[in-house]
Structures are given as structure tokens and as C-alpha cells.
């Protein structure tokens, strides 16, 4: 072993020196080179930091730089974010999205472009006039239908979602407002009165007949019983045969 190298070194180090770090890293740890002002000293970290990717050889995985324009890459060919400015596309990173593709700000990807879509009309509506269905001969009916896809920013817009037409009608006249309640409720009351009337006039009869038929029995209770006159036999005298 050289006398500057080290081998009771931290961070992971198999071998070190005071003046470079880490010469050589543990099994499944990456060797990666951190710059410090002019200096450079090598490290040892369980995964690459960002901007760079990891390669394993039989003595030593090292961390290697992506390209200028990528922020976190699988290989130096193969981009997986690109830096502020760029478009990530089939792993490289682009500053214009190809044709047939838009540019997608929240993401920073190459999209493809969506167009709107629209669902079928619904039936027409009742023919109405000022929110009415009487009253009139001619009025309008509507349809309407509703958007199942909204557009990208390049994408085709939206139809309309509603569509009106004329239409006629038989004129009918309004009933007023309030009318069919207050016919309702006098209907109502009537009703209720005429059946207050007749269970009153039913009490009254059956007060009266009760009332009939005690007379009647304290009239058989006072009454002396009459006694029966005696028949035309009993008042006839024997006849005498003997002459």
C-alpha cells in the first residue's frame, strides 16, 4: 500500500487519501468525482446524484456525467428530465417538440395534441315561450350535449352545447297564478263543511229518536192497565126449559 493511501477510511471507502478521498469504494457503492472550487475529491454514495447516471464494471461502479441539457438520465444517450428550456421526447431533450406534438409546460414533455370531443344532442325540449308552456302558439325547444373531452393547447375547440329552434304549438290558456290553489282550497273547505253539516243533522236525528222512544216508555209506565169488559155469554142469564 502506498503511504498516502488509507485504508481505515470513512463514508464507505475501501481505500483513501487525505489529499483526493475515496480512491475506491465498497461493493455496490459508486465512485463518483465531486468537484470542490479547483479541487476534486472522489466520494462513495449508494446511488448517482442528479446529472448523472451509474455503470458497474467487475472492479468498480462509477458515476458518469449526462449530457449538458439533461437533469437525471438512465444512460448518457438516454434522457429521463431534461434541464429548464428543454422538451423530453423519446429520451432527448429537445428546445422545439416535432411536428404533429405540443409542448407541454407542467410536464416539460412532447405531447400529442388533443382534440375536443362532444357527446350526442339529448332530445329536443318541450316547445316554451319566456319559461312558459301556455299562452302562446309559437316558441322555441332546445337541445344541448356536453363535452367528454377538452382540447390541448393546439388541439381543435369545443361546439357549441346548446342549440335552439322554433317551434308551434296549440294554444292552450294559462291557468293564473294562485287560481287552481284557491279552487283547491275552497273545494276543500266546501267539502268540510258539508260534511260538518251532515254529521250534525245525523246527531240531531238520532238525539230525536232517542229521545221519541223514552217518551214512549214513560208514557206505557204511567198509564193505569184497563180492565176487560165481560163477554155477551157471561151477561146472558140461564134460560128455564122445565115448561
Same mark, same amino acid.
Given at each position: 500500500?502506498h503511504?498516502?493511501v *488509507? =485504508?481505515?477510511? =470513512? ?8 489529499? #483526493?478521498?475515496?480512491?475506491?469504494c ?11 472550487g $479547483? ?10 446524484p ?5 455503470t ?15 437533469? %437525471?438520465?438512465? %444512460? ?8 429548464s ?12 417538440c ?21 357527446? !350526442?344532442w ?5 316547445? %316554451? ?20 373531452q ?8 369545443c361546439?357549441?352545447? %346548446?342549440?335552439?329552434?322554433?317551434? $308551434? ?9 294562485g ?6 282550497? !275552497?273545494k ?11 254529521? +250534525?243533522?245525523? *246527531? ?8 221519541? +222512544? ?5 208514557? #206505557?209506565k204511567? =198509564? ?6 165481560? *163477554?155477551?155469554? =157471561? ?9
Amino acid at each position: 500500500v502506498h503511504p498516502n493511501v *488509507s =485504508q481505515g477510511c =470513512q463514508g464507505g471507502c475501501a481505500t483513501c487519501s487525505d489529499y #483526493n478521498g475515496c480512491l475506491s469504494c465498497k461493493p455496490r457503492l459508486f465512485f463518483v468525482l465531486e468537484r470542490i472550487g $479547483m479541487k476534486q475529491r472522489g466520494v462513495c454514495l449508494s446511488s448517482c446524484p442528479s446529472g448523472y447516471y451509474g455503470t458497474r464494471y467487475p472492479d468498480i461502479n462509477k458515476c458518469a456525467k449526462c449530457k449538458a441539457d439533461c437533469d %437525471t438520465c438512465f %444512460t448518457r444517450n438516454f434522457c429521463t428530465k431534461c434541464k429548464s428550456g428543454f422538451y423530453l421526447h423519446s429520451g432527448k431533450c429537445l428546445e422545439k417538440c416535432p411536428d404533429g406534438l405540443e409542448a407541454n409546460n407542467h410536464t416539460m414533455e412532447c405531447a400529442s395534441i388533443v382534440h375536443c370531443e362532444a357527446s !350526442e344532442w339529448s332530445p329536443w325540449s318541450p316547445c %316554451t315561450k319566456k319559461g312558459k308552456t301556455c299562452g302562446f302558439k309559437r316558441g322555441n325547444e332546445v337541445r344541448v350535449r356536453e363535452i367528454v373531452q377538452h382540447p390541448s393547447a393546439r388541439g381543435n375547440p369545443c361546439p357549441a352545447t %346548446t342549440e335552439s329552434r322554433k317551434c $308551434m304549438v296549440q294554444r292552450k290558456r294559462c291557468q293564473k297564478e294562485g287560481k287552481g290553489k284557491k279552487n283547491r282550497e !275552497e273545494k276543500r273547505k266546501k267539502s268540510s263543511k258539508d260534511e260538518s253539516k251532515e254529521s +250534525r243533522q245525523e *246527531s240531531k236525528g238520532r238525539a230525536a229518536r232517542r229521545q221519541n +222512544r223514552e217518551q214512549r216508555e214513560n208514557n #206505557n209506565k204511567t =198509564q193505569p192497565k184497563k180492565r176487560k169488559a165481560p *163477554s155477551k155469554e =157471561q151477561n146472558l142469564a140461564p134460560v128455564d126449559t122445565a115448561h
